[in-house]
């Protein structure tokens, strides 16, 4: 503890399209976090498909933690479901496939044949969603990497494992495995068992906040940190640390959505929901910090502007979403939950070809696509934070909008008006706030979780944006999508 009664943290914040280390000074009165160092994410597309470059993103860490300079603690946190597998000596064998890659086409089905699908809902909680690690690892029998691993590390668990030299999987990423009980907030090894997946692959559970090893001296060195630096375990999945760090108030109803490359929309829970109104709806239940359920729909998110931009080869999004804000409303609208956008590739030909397929006006221009995405992902939102509300029979007066979208004004406004309450935009770095937190906890900062959201609202920029407009046409555009079922009975 410093003389001003601070500790700075490492955040090791890894993204689906780039990586961050961020340094936070943490204090009762005090929370400051600050970059240290950026880097890219890029998938490789190798002959053998897509896959992520693992070495790459190590790399990038040991340079941030070398920017960062001396911290008391460092804590990892990454995108869910991928993993990396170990041979006997704890060498990586081969490097770790992308969630995005075609392997497990044709796999759901597989399973499902031994494990129904509402069986499977029941057991685990978790959405249908073709890249869970439970498919990963059943598209994977018979390789040679699968039949040579004695280990296997979800991400987050895999860089702490370099850097530490110990093995543990933490639990809010475990969850989305789909090989969880959300209830009991352990393996389920009956369904691994029917589906032949063999568990003792994974290392033992560790939960926020528990010790997670001590850097390697190899590694101090390399990092030019003086030691020991101990590795805290936190919300090791970005969404668990990012809903950690929703600056919501002890009595609030809130919901949350976590914007970036996806967008992650729902309630915090104390209990999992697991009803087939729920699985119907392709809600999950992902285990979040102190206990808490996430119950939330994955929706495609800022991707579909991502992959646009990438095809047009523009960077400057600035002048983009100015073009956007000049757009007629809700003209061109998709459902932004479609599984045909979950691909790269050709991302504004395939939003034409939704629109013409919903009888709308096809969108053209850079700015005209831009807008159809930005109102679709509003009426995505809308529509999961509707059903989370009816499924969980729990009422939200604010969303709470978190991550990198909270930076982006118009989606920001087009979501309250699309909601019909106001939201509540920030922090922008809401993954690494919630990792920081967990780490200061755990390192003497007292307080629950409530008291570290209101350490966030009184020392984070938050903008507020009330619902304008008129819904009804929300209503009429939420029609004009495939997202507009009737609501689960």
């Known amino acids: ?4 009664g601070t500790k700075t943290f490492a955040a090791v914040d890894l993204g689906a399209s780039s990586g961050r280390v961020m340094a936070g000074r943490v204090g009762p009165d005090t929370l400051h976090l600050t970059e240290a160092h950026r880097f890219p994410n890029r998938p490789v597309h190798l002959p053998e498909g897509l896959r992520w470059d693992i070495l790459g993103l190590y790399g990038g860490v040991l340079d941030g933690l070398r920017a960062a300079g001396p911290v008391d603690s460092l804590g990892i946190d990454s995108w869910a479901v ?17 969630y995005r890659d075609r392997r497990t086409e044709g796999v759901p089905e597989q399973v499902w044949a031994t494990v129904p699908p509402d069986d499977l809902y029941r057991a685990t909680g978790i959405q249908y969603a073709p890249f869970n690690t439970l498919y990963q690892l059943v598209a994977a029998r018979g390789t040679p990497q699968l039949a040579s691993a004695r280990s296997l590390l979800l991400i987050p668990d895999l860089i702490a494992y370099w850097l530490t030299g110990e093995r ?7 969850s989305t495995t789909q090989l969880i009980d959300p209830r009991t907030g352990d393996w389920n090894r009956p369904l691994a068992d029917r589906l032949g997946i063999d568990l003792a692959l994974f290392a033992p559970l560790r939960r926020p906040g528990d010790p997670a090893g001590t850097l390697l001296p190899a590694v101090q060195e390399r990092a030019g940190l003086p030691g020991p630096v101990p590795v805290t375990a936190v919300g090791s999945h970005d969404t668990a640390s990012a809903v950690a760090a929703v600056p919501a108030g002890r009595r609030e109803r809130f919901a949350y959505l976590c914007t970036g490359t996806w967008s992650l929309a729902g309630l915090e829970l104390d209990a999992p929901v697991t009803t087939g109104a729920s699985r119907a709806a392709n809600f999950t239940n992902e285990l979040g910090v102190d206990g808490t359920v996430r119950f939330l729909r994955n929706i495609m998110g800022l991707w579909l502007l991502q992959e646009c931009m990438r095809t047009w080869e523009l960077t400057d999004v600035t002048s983009l979403l100015a073009e956007a ?3 007629p409303d809700l003209r061109y ?32 221009s850079p700015g005209e696509i831009t807008r159809c995405v930005l109102d679709s992902l509003a009426l995505a939102h809308r529509r999961a934070i509707r059903e989370a509300q009816h499924l969980a029979d729990r009422e939200a007066d ?3 909008l978190v991550g990198g979208g909270s930076r982006n004004a118009l989606l920001c406004q087009l979501t309250a008006d699309a909601c019909g309450v106001p939201v509540i935009a920030g922090p922008a770095e809401a993954a690494a706030l919630g990792n920081v937190l967990v780490q200061a906890r755990a390192h003497g900062l007292p307080g629950d979780l409530a008291s570290t959201r209101e350490l966030i609202a009184r020392t984070q920029p938050l903008t507020r944006y009330e619902p304008s407009g008129d819904p009804t046409a929300w209503e009429a555009a939420a029609r004009r999508t495939e997202d507009a079922r009737p609501l689960p009975a």
């Open 1 to 4: 503890m410093s003389a001003t």
């Open 82 to 98: 991928d993993y990396g597998l170990l041979a006997a000596d704890g060498s990586l064998l081969g490097n770790p496939v992308h």
């Open 168 to 174: 543990g999987t933490e639990l809010t990423n475990a």
């Open 325 to 327: 804000a000049r757009m």
């Open 333 to 364: 609208v998709v459902d932004a939950a479609a599984p045909e956008f979950l691909a790269p590739g050709n991302m504004p030909g395939r939003i034409a070809a939704a629109c013409r397929a919903n009888g709308g006006p096809v969108p053209d």
């Open 398 to 400: 604010v969303v709470h």
